[in-house]
Structures are given as structure tokens and as C-alpha cells.
């Protein structure tokens, strides 16, 4: 069973940064879809960004120009670098992995998530 750990979330006034990071147990990412989504209190889990295998990107409305993921596959390891930070980013982050039997086939996997709060 594939295992993801997340780490770098916490506590950050508005205008400030953290870097998330989400590392797998086992080396899938080479052919896996990686995503960050978040979840705040009394609110559906969304969806912030994405990253495809060939490193295609996407990104949530809100988030563009703020936030940048990225994918280093050796280390099976996906980020979220997140700049300027506002009170509504404030949500447990989860990332994602999309694990690609064929081509139209994937299994999902979750990490537990890691809190963020943007607080002054």
C-alpha cells in the first residue's frame, strides 16, 4: 500500500509563504498525475493544482500567480510553493496521486493532510 506523508504546513501571517511537501513510500510517480487540494471547515474538498505526468500544470482561480506546484520524480516527492498568503487559504491541504494503470485508468491515493492557518 502506497503511503504519502505531507510536511510544511502551519502558522503564517497574511503575505507570507510556506512550501508543502508530499513524499511517497514507493517510486509511482513516474507514472502518476500529482494534485494539492484543500478542504476548509464547513466546505467541500477543492481542488488548488495540479501537475500531469508530462508537467503540464493547472491551478485553481483563486491561487494563480501565488502558488506553484512542482514534481521531482527521482525523489517521488510533489510541492506547493505557496506566496502571499490570504486568510481564505487557510485549509487542510491533502495531495493527491493519480497512479495510471492505463491510459484512461488510475488509482487515487490520499495523504492524511497538513494544516495550514494564515492568521495575523
Known amino acids: 500500500q502506497v503511503q504519502l506523508v505531507e510536511s510544511g504546513g502551519g502558522l503564517v501571517q497574511p503575505g507570507g509563504s510556506l512550501r508543502l511537501s508530499c513524499a511517497a513510500s514507493d517510486s509511482i510517480f513516474s507514472t502518476s498525475a500529482l494534485g494539492w487540494y484543500r478542504q476548509a471547515p464547513g466546505n467541500q474538498r477543492e481542488l488548488v493544482a495540479r501537475i500531469t505526468i508530462g508537467g503540464t500544470t493547472n491551478y485553481a482561480d483563486s491561487v494563480k500567480g501565488r502558488f506553484t506546484i512542482s514534481r521531482d520524480n527521482a525523489k517521488n516527492t510533489v510541492y506547493l510553493q505557496m506566496n502571499s498568503l490570504k486568510p481564505e487559504d487557510t485549509a487542510v491541504y491533502h495531495c493527491?496521486?493519480?497512479?495510471?494503470?492505463?491510459?484512461?485508468?488510475?488509482?487515487?491515493?490520499w495523504g492524511q493532510g497538513t494544516q495550514v492557518t494564515v492568521t495575523s
Open positions: 493527491n496521486v493519480k497512479r495510471y494503470r492505463t491510459l484512461i485508468s488510475y488509482v487515487d491515493y
